[in-house]
């Protein structure tokens, strides 16, 4: 509720009674002083006038203007102590019907205070309540939100192990496979160098081996031939063995027939 | 050439001596007494060749004598002969070799006929005719030979053309 006084009790606004009184108090002296200073101020002016007007004119009339000046500087004086005098009276009265009036509107004020009071306490329950409400249903949904955030990720994870999962055993594969390929080739090739060694090495040892028969043969052949052999036949078998060899080689100026014995 | 010495018999034995010698060894021997004979050349009991011969080798002439017997006899320039023989002394050590290793002492016939046979190679340094061969007997060789010559190897023994057969015949599938 506001009291009919403007500017004071409002919602934006709020002075105590007893400033307000004050102020009016101070007011009314202010007021009255400068009534006091006026007047002394205007009877002075005016008195300068008529002693200027009046001056040319004898003592009697400076002294009938002195007299008047000091009548009326005495009624402004008796003037101003009545008004400050009604101006104090008046402040009392204010300051009385001040006093009550802030008894009264401290009453009210107190009233509305409270009442207010209960209202912001109310409203800020419900805005409590309903920020608690609010943020529980925020942090569910973050919560919520949060699971469902996880479990997508989880997801995805999942998802790209796999696929990685089945990447590396693609990979693995085409490696192993491709291994197995190049070491069965690697083998292939060492094997059938071996095979190649050892037939070499077979057809060596037996043409060693040939060879040795032969010379053995040879031998025996040899000593059974020689012993059939006298120096004349010996000597003949040479000489047509070199005639035959000389033919074959092709190293022969011309053949002769060599007489023989 | 000696002007003094029968200028066509000591050309001919010069070309020949080496076709007369045939072997090292009848060469070594014709060296031995070419050194003798040119020693005997300074003797002041005069020269015969008939008489150094004699005593020389008594009844035992070797065959290659008669060459060179031909040139010298009734020749009494003793510095001719000398010369002479220094010129035949080195035809015959500068004469190429031709090796033949063989298994038994040969006769005169088989080197006569080796020596023909061989002279009939067309191989660098052995000239026709103009050559010696050097016999090395080697018992393990068995029959046949092997001959050095010029460069060149020529294996003629029993044992290689034996094997060379057997070879070719592929004895040991066909019947072994």
Redesign the interface.
């Known amino acids: 509720m506001n009291l009919n006084l403007p500017i004071y009790f409002t919602n934006k606004f709020l002075f105590t009674g007893d400033t307000h009184l004050v102020v009016i108090a101070y007011l009314m002296f202010i007021i009255a002083f400068i009534l006091i200073v006026y007047s002394i101020v205007v009877l002075g002016k005016k008195r300068t006038i008529k002693k200027k007007q009046q001056q040319m004119t004898s003592e009697d009339l400076s002294n009938n203007a002195y007299q008047d000046a000091l009548r009326i500087l005495d009624r402004a004086r008796a003037d101003s102590l009545k008004i400050l005098s009604r101006a104090q009276m008046k402040a009392q009265t204010v300051l009385k019907s001040t006093y009550s009036i802030t008894q009264e509107s401290r009453r009210e004020l107190d009233e509305n205070l409270i009442e207010i009071y209960k209202k912001q306490e109310k409203s800020l329950e419900d805005l409590t309540e309903e920020l608690l409400q609010s943020y529980k249903h925020a942090v569910q949904q973050g919560k919520e939100d949060n699971i469902r955030t996880l479990y997508e990720a989880t997801e995805a994870m999942k998802k790209e192990a796999l696929s990685g999962v089945d990447e590396l055993k693609t990979a693995i594969k085409k490696e192993t496979l491709g291994a197995q390929q190049v070491l069965e080739e690697k083998i292939q090739t060492e094997y059938s160098k071996i095979e190649n060694e050892v037939d070499i090495y077979k057809q060596e040892k037996i043409k060693n081996l040939n060879k040795k028969i032969f010379d053995m043969l040879s031998d025996i052949y040899s000593q059974v031939i020689m012993q059939d052999l006298d120096q004349t036949k010996h000597e003949k078998l040479i000489l047509d063995l070199l005639k035959e060899e000389i033919r074959k080689s092709g190293i022969d100026h011309s053949i002769n027939s060599v007489s023989e014995k | 050439m000696n002007e003094k010495l029968k200028p066509e018999f000591s050309r001919k034995t010069k070309d020949n001596i080496l076709s007369i010698l045939k072997t090292k060894e009848n060469a070594n021997q014709f060296t031995d007494f070419v050194k003798y004979l040119s020693g005997k050349t300074f003797s002041t009991e005069g020269f015969d060749i008939d008489k150094v011969v004699a005593k020389k080798y008594g009844g035992n002439i070797p065959f290659w004598l008669g060459g060179i017997k031909k040139d010298l006899v009734g020749n009494n320039d003793l510095e001719c002969i000398r010369n002479f023989l220094l010129d035949i002394e080195n035809i015959v050590d500068g004469s190429p070799l031709v090796r033949v290793e063989?298994s038994?002492s040969?006769?005169e016939?088989?080197i006569n006929?080796?020596y023909?046979?061989i002279g009939?190679?067309?191989?660098s340094g052995i000239d026709?005719n103009r050559f010696l061969i050097e016999f090395e007997i080697n018992t393990n060789l068995?029959?046949?030979?092997k001959?050095h010559v010029g460069g060149?190897y020529?294996?003629?023994s029993?044992?290689?053309?034996?094997?060379s057969y057997?070879?070719t015949n592929n004895?040991?599938k066909r019947y072994?």
């Open positions: 063989i038994f040969p006769s016939d088989f006929s080796l023909e046979v009939t190679l067309e191989v026709k068995g029959g046949g030979a001959i060149k020529i294996d003629v029993l044992k290689k053309i034996l094997v057997l070879e004895v040991i072994l």
